[in-house]
């Protein structure tokens, strides 16, 4: 199994609302991604968890917070975003990071909105 | 401040055809090269990947080239076909905070024409 899920597939919320995006894998990897991807540009790196701590944090503002609740999961919690927030989320994973790297298997993502 | 760059937005090319995207990177310290292919509203789906200590890799019709010294690695598709028509994205491995991340580059959208 090589896939990423990602739930929701879309989501739309308001700069007051509280919302949360998911990620799941079961591949066994450790090294867990979110990305940012506006529309024309490459993904760009928000979070990287190793081993379900965070190990790096691309400078991204407090309105996002990540949790890696165990090893399969990923959560990024949304609150008071602002409209230029809207964009692609992608979660990926790979096998290992410390070790050396590998490729990243990405999910579908979702796609945000905020109103 | 763009690490990886991809020059060419775009590229057309005949079924059948040889396509190249071409990749740079100005980080020495990069060691390892990875191409993804993504389609609309789905995520990337990695291709083919390159350490730094070689300077070729194929898998079936896709082929990375490395040059290190010039800094410039490239994917070769032979021969095209139409579903391979998608956003290409180069990334590099960079390793200077103590975790592997990676960078992507700007994209190249490949169009193949039947």
């Known amino acids: 199994d090589t896939e990423v899920t990602q739930t929701p597939k879309h989501l739309v919320m308001g700069m007051t609302n509280k919302k949360s995006l998911k990620c799941e894998q079961h591949?066994?990897?450790?090294?867990m991604y979110w990305y940012k991807q506006k529309a024309k540009k490459p993904p760009e790196l928000m979070f990287v968890?190793?081993?379900?701590?965070?190990?790096i944090n691309e400078s991204v503002p407090s309105r996002f917070s990540p949790e890696c609740p165990n090893s399969s999961l990923l959560n990024l919690h949304l609150h008071a975003l602002q409209p230029e927030d809207s964009a692609l989320y992608l979660c990926?994973?790979?096998?290992?990071?410390?070790?050396?790297?590998?490729?990243?298997?990405f999910g579908p993502g979702t796609r945000l909105t905020v109103t | 401040d763009q690490q990886v760059k991809q020059n060419s937005p775009s590229l057309s090319v005949q079924e059948g055809r040889i396509s190249i995207l071409n990749c740079d990177y100005t980080?020495?310290?990069?060691?390892?090269f990875l191409w993804y292919k993504k389609y609309p509203a789905e995520g990337p789906t990695f291709l083919i990947s390159i350490s730094s200590i070689k300077d070729k890799n194929e898998d079936g019709r896709f082929t990375v080239f490395l040059n290190k010294s010039a800094k410039h690695l490239s994917l070769h598709i032979v021969p095209s076909q139409p579903g391979d028509s998608a956003v290409y994205f180069c990334?590099?491995?960079?390793?200077?905070?103590?975790?592997?991340?990676?960078?992507f580059g700007t994209g190249t959208r490949l169009k193949v024409l039947a």
């Open positions: 990926a994973s790979s096998q290992e990071v410390a070790g050396g790297a590998y490729e990243q298997y």
């Open positions: 968890y190793s081993y379900e701590k965070l190990s």
């Open positions: 990334a590099a491995s960079d390793y200077s905070s103590g975790t592997y991340k990676y960078i």
């Open positions: 591949m066994g990897h450790r090294a």
């Open positions: 980080n020495s310290m990069f060691d390892y």
